[in-house]
Protein backbone atom coordinates (compact mmCIF):
# COMPACT_ATOMS: atom_id res chain seq x y z
CA UNK A 1 0.00 0.00 0.00
CA UNK A 2 2.88 2.29 1.02
CA UNK A 3 4.64 1.96 -2.52
CA UNK A 4 0.84 2.36 -4.19
CA UNK A 5 0.64 5.80 -2.71
CA UNK A 6 4.20 6.93 -3.37
CA UNK A 7 3.80 5.99 -7.31
CA UNK A 8 0.79 8.08 -7.10
CA UNK A 9 2.46 11.16 -5.65
CA UNK A 10 5.15 11.06 -8.74
CA UNK A 11 2.35 9.82 -10.89
CA UNK A 12 0.78 13.60 -10.21
CA UNK A 13 3.77 15.12 -9.95
CA UNK A 14 4.86 14.09 -13.44
CA UNK A 15 1.65 15.01 -14.74
CA UNK A 16 1.33 18.81 -13.00
CA UNK A 17 4.53 19.17 -14.58
CA UNK A 18 4.10 18.15 -17.81
CA UNK A 19 0.43 20.08 -18.46
CA UNK A 20 1.32 23.25 -15.95
CA UNK A 21 2.22 26.56 -17.14
CA UNK A 22 4.85 28.54 -16.37
CA UNK A 23 5.60 29.68 -12.90
CA UNK A 24 5.20 33.37 -12.26
CA UNK A 25 9.28 34.44 -12.02
CA UNK A 26 9.91 37.43 -9.03
CA UNK A 27 9.64 40.45 -10.93
CA UNK A 28 6.22 39.61 -12.41
CA UNK A 29 2.85 40.36 -12.17
CA UNK A 30 -0.74 40.94 -13.37
CA UNK A 31 -2.90 43.83 -14.33
CA UNK A 32 -6.76 43.35 -15.65
CA UNK A 33 -6.46 44.67 -19.39
CA UNK A 34 -10.03 44.56 -21.39
CA UNK A 35 -11.15 41.82 -18.68
CA UNK A 36 -8.17 39.30 -19.65
CA UNK A 37 -5.44 38.86 -17.07
CA UNK A 38 -2.43 40.13 -18.28
CA UNK A 39 1.39 38.94 -17.00
CA UNK A 40 4.16 40.71 -17.42
CA UNK A 41 7.67 41.52 -16.41
CA UNK A 42 9.45 44.31 -15.97
CA UNK A 43 13.54 45.18 -16.66
CA UNK A 44 16.25 48.05 -16.00
CA UNK A 45 15.68 51.89 -16.18
CA UNK A 46 15.11 54.19 -18.49
CA UNK A 47 13.49 54.85 -21.97
CA UNK A 48 10.17 51.66 -21.97
CA UNK A 49 11.07 49.01 -24.27
CA UNK A 50 8.09 46.37 -25.36
CA UNK A 51 9.37 43.32 -26.46
CA UNK A 52 6.23 41.04 -27.88
CA UNK A 53 6.65 37.31 -28.11
CA UNK A 54 5.12 35.51 -31.69
CA UNK A 55 2.14 32.93 -31.92
CA UNK A 56 2.29 29.68 -29.21
CA UNK A 57 5.28 31.19 -27.66
CA UNK A 58 5.62 33.48 -24.33
CA UNK A 59 7.71 36.26 -22.49
CA UNK A 60 10.20 33.79 -22.07
CA UNK A 61 11.14 33.76 -25.79
CA UNK A 62 13.29 36.98 -25.15
CA UNK A 63 15.16 35.76 -22.29
CA UNK A 64 18.50 35.88 -24.26
CA UNK A 65 17.89 39.19 -25.48
CA UNK A 66 17.00 40.89 -22.08
CA UNK A 67 20.33 41.55 -20.13
CA UNK A 68 21.81 43.64 -22.89
CA UNK A 69 18.53 45.28 -23.59
CA UNK A 70 17.90 46.10 -19.94
CA UNK A 71 21.24 47.66 -19.67
CA UNK A 72 19.66 51.18 -21.67
CA UNK A 73 15.75 50.50 -21.58
CA UNK A 74 13.39 49.77 -18.89
CA UNK A 75 12.54 46.38 -20.66
CA UNK A 76 8.96 45.40 -20.90
CA UNK A 77 8.17 42.05 -21.86
CA UNK A 78 3.83 40.33 -21.55
CA UNK A 79 2.51 37.47 -22.35
CA UNK A 80 0.33 37.94 -24.92
CA UNK A 81 -3.57 37.29 -24.28
CA UNK A 82 -4.33 33.91 -23.93
CA UNK A 83 -0.40 32.64 -23.83
CA UNK A 84 1.21 31.63 -20.80
CA UNK A 85 0.17 33.16 -18.14
CA UNK A 86 -2.15 35.61 -19.14
CA UNK A 87 -5.72 34.58 -19.49
CA UNK A 88 -8.34 35.17 -22.49
CA UNK A 89 -11.84 35.51 -21.65
CA UNK A 90 -12.99 35.12 -25.22
CA UNK A 91 -11.34 31.22 -24.95
CA UNK A 92 -13.97 30.02 -27.88
CA UNK A 93 -12.94 32.67 -30.43
CA UNK A 94 -11.00 33.67 -33.27
CA UNK A 95 -7.14 35.09 -31.74
CA UNK A 96 -7.73 38.49 -33.24
CA UNK A 97 -4.01 40.47 -33.27
CA UNK A 98 -6.36 44.04 -33.20
CA UNK A 99 -7.56 43.19 -29.85
CA UNK A 100 -4.09 42.43 -28.84
CA UNK A 101 -3.00 45.71 -30.06
CA UNK A 102 -5.49 47.20 -27.78
CA UNK A 103 -4.23 45.52 -24.84
CA UNK A 104 -0.98 46.28 -26.04
CA UNK A 105 -2.39 50.31 -25.59
CA UNK A 106 -4.17 49.73 -22.41
CA UNK A 107 -1.29 48.24 -20.22
CA UNK A 108 1.07 51.73 -21.48
CA UNK A 109 -2.15 53.52 -20.54
CA UNK A 110 -2.31 51.18 -17.01
CA UNK A 111 1.89 51.52 -16.63
CA UNK A 112 1.53 55.29 -17.40
CA UNK A 113 3.73 54.99 -20.38
CA UNK A 114 3.22 57.89 -23.03
CA UNK A 115 5.42 56.67 -25.31
CA UNK A 116 7.92 53.69 -26.32
CA UNK A 117 9.79 51.90 -28.68
CA UNK A 118 8.53 48.21 -29.50
CA UNK A 119 10.06 45.04 -31.09
CA UNK A 120 7.52 42.38 -31.99
CA UNK A 121 8.05 38.87 -33.62
CA UNK A 122 5.24 37.32 -35.73
CA UNK A 123 2.43 37.99 -33.98
CA UNK A 124 3.98 40.52 -31.94
CA UNK A 125 4.97 42.42 -35.36
CA UNK A 126 1.37 42.39 -36.19
CA UNK A 127 0.48 43.51 -33.02
CA UNK A 128 2.81 46.59 -32.97
CA UNK A 129 1.99 47.49 -36.73
CA UNK A 130 -1.76 47.73 -35.40
CA UNK A 131 -0.76 49.74 -31.94
CA UNK A 132 1.20 52.16 -34.08
CA UNK A 133 -1.03 52.36 -36.78
CA UNK A 134 -3.97 53.03 -34.17
CA UNK A 135 -1.87 55.37 -31.95
CA UNK A 136 0.80 56.83 -33.62
CA UNK A 137 2.07 59.43 -30.80
CA UNK A 138 2.38 56.68 -28.27
CA UNK A 139 5.02 55.27 -30.62
CA UNK A 140 8.87 56.46 -31.18
CA UNK A 141 10.65 53.52 -32.70
CA UNK A 142 9.35 49.91 -33.68
CA UNK A 143 11.39 46.83 -35.11
CA UNK A 144 8.41 44.31 -36.43
CA UNK A 145 10.06 40.96 -37.45
CA UNK A 146 8.45 38.36 -39.71
CA UNK A 147 5.25 40.93 -40.10
CA UNK A 148 2.44 40.26 -42.32
CA UNK A 149 -0.06 42.84 -43.06
CA UNK A 150 -2.22 40.59 -44.10
CA UNK A 151 -2.49 36.17 -44.22
CA UNK A 152 -1.31 35.57 -48.17
CA UNK A 153 -2.20 32.18 -50.01
CA UNK A 154 0.84 31.09 -49.58
CA UNK A 155 0.56 31.82 -45.92
CA UNK A 156 -2.97 29.74 -45.52
CA UNK A 157 -1.59 27.26 -47.79
CA UNK A 158 1.20 26.48 -45.20
CA UNK A 159 -1.02 26.75 -41.92
CA UNK A 160 -3.71 24.79 -43.30
CA UNK A 161 -1.10 21.80 -44.29
CA UNK A 162 -0.43 21.83 -40.31
CA UNK A 163 3.33 21.70 -41.91
CA UNK A 164 4.04 24.15 -38.32
CA UNK A 165 3.22 20.95 -35.99
CA UNK A 166 6.42 19.49 -36.66
CA UNK A 167 7.98 22.66 -35.04
CA UNK A 168 6.21 22.89 -31.87
CA UNK A 169 6.63 19.90 -29.56
CA UNK A 170 3.26 19.43 -27.34
CA UNK A 171 5.04 18.75 -23.83
CA UNK A 172 6.89 22.27 -24.93
CA UNK A 173 3.95 23.82 -25.73
CA UNK A 174 2.06 22.67 -22.55
CA UNK A 175 4.95 23.29 -20.09
CA UNK A 176 4.40 27.00 -21.62
CA UNK A 177 0.40 26.95 -21.57
CA UNK A 178 -0.67 24.56 -19.83
CA UNK A 179 -3.00 21.48 -21.90
CA UNK A 180 -6.18 23.20 -21.96
CA UNK A 181 -4.64 26.45 -23.40
CA UNK A 182 -2.20 24.79 -25.44
CA UNK A 183 -5.11 23.25 -27.20
CA UNK A 184 -6.90 26.09 -27.84
CA UNK A 185 -3.80 28.25 -29.03
CA UNK A 186 -2.86 25.55 -31.73
CA UNK A 187 -7.10 25.13 -32.51
CA UNK A 188 -6.70 29.42 -33.15
CA UNK A 189 -3.64 29.05 -35.04
CA UNK A 190 -4.63 26.85 -37.62
CA UNK A 191 -8.07 28.62 -37.44
CA UNK A 192 -5.74 31.96 -39.15
CA UNK A 193 -5.77 30.02 -42.87
CA UNK A 194 -9.64 31.18 -43.06
CA UNK A 195 -9.83 34.15 -41.25
CA UNK A 196 -10.60 37.41 -42.73
CA UNK A 197 -10.37 41.28 -42.01
CA UNK A 198 -7.61 40.35 -39.17
CA UNK A 199 -4.21 41.08 -39.87
CA UNK A 200 -5.71 43.69 -42.47
CA UNK A 201 -3.68 46.49 -42.31
CA UNK A 202 -4.26 48.56 -45.37
CA UNK A 203 -1.49 50.71 -47.39
CA UNK A 204 -3.94 53.85 -45.58
CA UNK A 205 -3.18 52.16 -42.12
CA UNK A 206 0.57 51.52 -42.43
CA UNK A 207 1.01 55.00 -43.84
CA UNK A 208 -0.21 56.30 -40.59
CA UNK A 209 2.57 54.88 -38.82
CA UNK A 210 4.81 58.21 -37.63
CA UNK A 211 7.22 55.52 -35.62
CA UNK A 212 11.00 55.29 -37.03
CA UNK A 213 10.88 51.87 -38.38
CA UNK A 214 12.92 49.05 -38.91
CA UNK A 215 11.16 46.26 -41.14
CA UNK A 216 13.10 43.26 -40.35
CA UNK A 217 12.36 39.29 -42.66
CA UNK A 218 14.44 36.45 -42.96
CA UNK A 219 14.89 35.43 -46.84
CA UNK A 220 14.07 31.81 -46.30
CA UNK A 221 10.64 32.68 -44.19
CA UNK A 222 7.24 31.40 -45.20
CA UNK A 223 6.10 34.65 -45.13
CA UNK A 224 6.86 35.61 -48.45
CA UNK A 225 9.27 38.24 -48.25
CA UNK A 226 7.24 40.67 -50.35
CA UNK A 227 5.11 41.45 -47.18
CA UNK A 228 8.07 43.17 -45.90
CA UNK A 229 8.72 44.75 -48.78
CA UNK A 230 4.99 46.00 -48.60
CA UNK A 231 5.14 47.13 -45.13
CA UNK A 232 8.39 49.12 -45.27
CA UNK A 233 6.71 51.10 -48.50
CA UNK A 234 4.14 52.00 -46.91
CA UNK A 235 5.38 53.28 -43.90
CA UNK A 236 6.75 57.01 -44.37
CA UNK A 237 9.92 56.63 -41.96
CA UNK A 238 10.83 52.99 -42.56
CA UNK A 239 13.86 51.10 -43.36
CA UNK A 240 14.30 47.17 -44.28
CA UNK A 241 16.64 44.92 -43.01
CA UNK A 242 16.21 41.42 -45.12
CA UNK A 243 18.43 39.03 -43.19
CA UNK A 244 20.25 36.59 -45.15
CA UNK A 245 19.91 32.28 -45.08
CA UNK A 246 17.39 33.11 -42.44
CA UNK A 247 13.54 31.35 -41.82
CA UNK A 248 10.49 32.93 -39.85
CA UNK A 249 13.48 33.67 -36.69
CA UNK A 250 16.30 35.57 -38.04
CA UNK A 251 16.94 37.04 -34.46
CA UNK A 252 17.78 34.22 -33.17
CA UNK A 253 20.80 31.01 -34.03
CA UNK A 254 24.46 30.89 -33.69
CA UNK A 255 25.31 34.49 -34.67
CA UNK A 256 22.04 35.56 -35.46
CA UNK A 257 20.77 36.91 -31.79
CA UNK A 258 24.26 38.68 -31.19
CA UNK A 259 23.98 40.37 -35.14
CA UNK A 260 20.59 41.33 -34.20
CA UNK A 261 20.84 43.23 -30.73
CA UNK A 262 23.80 45.03 -32.47
CA UNK A 263 21.65 46.49 -35.20
CA UNK A 264 18.68 46.80 -33.36
CA UNK A 265 20.41 48.63 -30.32
CA UNK A 266 21.56 50.97 -33.11
CA UNK A 267 18.41 51.91 -34.44
CA UNK A 268 16.50 52.32 -31.12
CA UNK A 269 19.26 54.68 -30.28
CA UNK A 270 18.95 56.40 -33.35
CA UNK A 271 22.60 55.94 -34.79
CA UNK A 272 22.96 56.74 -38.33
CA UNK A 273 19.08 57.40 -38.69
Known amino acids: MRNFFI ?48 FLNTADNWSNFIEEYSKNYRVIVWDMRGHGRSTNPDDQKDFKHQQAAMDLLELM ?44 EPVRDWIKSKIWEDFFDQEELDSLHGRKKSELLKRQFYNFWKLNGDPSLSNELLQRITARTLVVHGDNDFIPVTQAWEIYNNIPYARIWISPNTGHMPQYGPGNDTDFIRRSLDFLKGEGW
Open 109 to 152: DKLTIDKTKAIGHSSGAITILYAASIAPEKFEAIIPIAGQHHYS
Open 7 to 54: LLFFTLISTNTAFGQLPVNKNGRFLEINKAQIYFEEYGEGEPLFLLHG
